[in-house]
């Protein structure tokens, strides 16, 4: 893996290309008066749940936020072209669609992220140069606690359509307080229960069958971000989620897939003991993140 620096350092020529309108508005979303930036400070406004709070296990295996979430990361690059920029926070560790709408975890005075986010947006009209969201990650966690393989996809199906269905509130409501113009890239997701890919059988088609389900699942988020003019940034494939082809030599554990050797390599869901692994990106993984995102603009 290439160094932290190193990464977003490769990738910083690409600014050029994270400054024009996203495209394939609706129609039916509200329209700036003017294209023109507005004058004075400019914004970089992250949403999202653990991963844009930047949240890693510490000594103990609890999960805390750290320094190096990829909204900052992007953030760093994104400054170089733009010393004007400020960038604006309001991530959620444990936020899921549903609460992100309506609230419950963090405290907002607006009442949720979302009403925070369009307070914001409406606020600083034309001068919020990104939005960047990852959103839906914990929203099908529970299917997977101590459920059968074959109630497992079960609870997913139903599981997302609540959530495109929330998604469709979020984007409609950030297009309807931003305008056509600001750019917004949400995210797919890696898959983390490619790790129990090293614990036997079971764990292997538990792993099989997660990544097709996260395959589909990002598939519907998608879907759902180009509606509203969205980019994304594919994070599915930057971990290479579905390469069970390639085999890599990871220590201790002897040849596995290339997408089990990435996730153990760029999160902390390999870590032994067993009860500190844990699903969020490493500091390796938030940088890859950022980049996915810097790719996608």
């Known amino acids: ?103 419950g975890i963090c405290h907002y005075a607006a009442g949720s992220q979302l009403a925070a986010a369009r307070s ?17 990650a914990n929203d099908p966690n529970s299917c997977f606690l101590g459920g059968a393989l ?13 959530t495109v269905d929330d998604l469709r509130t979020i984007l409609s409501g950030l297009r309807a307080a931003g305008g056509r113009h600001v750019k917004i890239i949400g995210m797919n997701y ?8 090293l614990h036997g059988r079971n764990g292997q088609e538990i792993a099989v069958l997660t990544e097709r389900l996260v395959d589909g699942y990002n598939g519907l988020l998608t879907r759902m971000y180009q509606r509203y003019g969205a980019r994304v940034a594919n994070v599915f494939a930057a971990f290479h989620s579905a390469d069970f082809t390639d085999r890599v030599r990871l220590p201790r554990f002897g040849a596995v897939p290339r997408n089990v050797a990435t996730i153990c390599q760029l999160t902390w869901s390999c870590t032994r003991p067993l009860h500190r692994a844990n699903e969020h990106a490493n500091d390796t993984g938030y940088a890859i993140i950022a980049l996915a995102f810097l790719l996608a603009g």
């Open 1 to 103: 893996m290439l160094a932290t620096a190193v990464v977003i350092g490769l990738v910083a020529a690409s600014l050029a290309g994270c400054s024009g309108p996203a495209a394939g508005t609706p129609a039916h979303t509200t329209a700036d008066r003017s294209a023109s930036p507005a004058p004075g400070p400019r914004y970089y406004l992250s949403l999202g749940d653990s991963l844009a709070r930047g949240v890693q296990p510490d000594s103990s295996g609890v999960s805390r936020a750290t320094a190096g979430r990829y909204p900052d990361r992007l953030y760093a690059v994104l400054r170089r072209g733009d010393p004007g920029l400020r960038l604006v926070k309001l991530g959620c560790s444990g936020e899921t669609s549903y609460t992100m709408i309506r609230g």
């Open 150 to 162: 074959r109630k497992v996809a079960r609870c997913m199906s139903s599981r997302v359509r609540l």
């Open 190 to 197: 890696y898959v983390p229960e490619l790790a129990g890919w």
């Open 120 to 136: 914001f947006l409406r606020a600083h009209r034309r001068a919020v140069s990104l939005v960047t969201i990852d959103i839906g």
